[in-house]
T-cell receptor, first 111, second 112 residues
Framework: DVKVTQSSRYLVKRTGEKVFLECVQD?????MFWYRQDPGLGLRLIYF???????EKGDIPEGYSVSREKKERFSLILESASTNQTSMYLC??????????FGPGTRLTVT | KQEVTQIPAALSVPEGENLVLNCSFT??????LQWFRQDPGKGLTSLLL?????REQTSGRLNASLDKSSGRSTLYIAASQPGDSATYLC???????????FGKGTLLTVNP
């Protein structure tokens, strides 16, 4: 079974802090994704990566950056956290058939 | 731009009932469609994946169908149970840009 893990289930940070969210997959998948999920807005793609050191902006990249130094690990970085970045963050890994496998999510609160 | 719509937004049924959740998409040039389940505060669990060349997929009490030409998919749940209560999301993979496009989900409540 594919396993996607995220570094934290819950995180509370202060405005202006730099925040790192980490995601690790164990299936040697090339494609990995970061989404945020908000009530009424659904899932929105922040960034994705199709190989080590390769990344592309999704629909809402502003205020975020990403890092993929190793194939199994994809990190989302909030350079200076703001209250409007309070959300559920979901990481996913994509298999060869296009199917996506999700981690358990990180609920981030920025105060 | 691909858009995915799920109807109804919420559904409440008594235990034991068979039910259908609907998903429609605007661009029929898809590679596959995936149905997910999400419990409150949790990540998404993949239920079924239908490739564009397939008409349906089954897993236990779940059956998903795909009509690519009309831009529709249905998720059929047989003999519903309270444990089926969750939000169900469908997502289409258009392939050209690696992206999944998600619907906003149907919140299902199965009452004992």
């Amino acid at each position: 079974d594919v396993k996607v893990t995220q570094s934290s289930r819950y995180l509370v940070k202060r405005t202006g802090e730099k925040v790192f969210l980490e995601c690790v997959q164990d299936m040697d998948h090339e494609n990995m994704f970061w989404y945020r999920q908000d009530p009424g807005l659904g899932l929105r793609l922040i960034y994705f990566s199709y190989d080590v050191k390769m990344k592309e902006k999704g629909d809402i990249p502003e205020g975020y950056s990403v890092s993929r130094e190793k194939k199994e690990r994809f990190s989302l970085i909030l350079e200076s956290a703001s209250t409007n970045q309070t959300s559920m963050y979901l990481c996913a890994s994509q298999g060869a058939l296009g199917e996506q496998y999700f981690g358990p999510g990180t609920r981030l609160t920025v105060t | 731009k691909q858009e995915v719509t799920q109807i109804p937004a919420a559904l409440s049924v008594p235990e034991g009932e068979n039910l259908v959740l609907n998903c429609s998409f605007t661009d029929s040039a898809i590679y596959n469609l995936q149905w997910f389940r999400q419990d409150p505060g949790k990540g998404l669990t993949s239920l079924l994946l239908i490739q564009s060349s397939q008409r349906e997929q089954t897993s236990g009490r779940l059956n998903a169908s795909l009509d690519k030409s009309s831009g529709r998919s249905t998720l059929y749940i047989a003999a519903s149970q309270p444990g089926d209560s969750a939000t169900y999301l469908c997502a289409v993979f258009s392939g050209s840009n690696y992206k999944l496009t998600f619907g906003k989900g149907t919140l299902l409540t199965v009452n004992p």
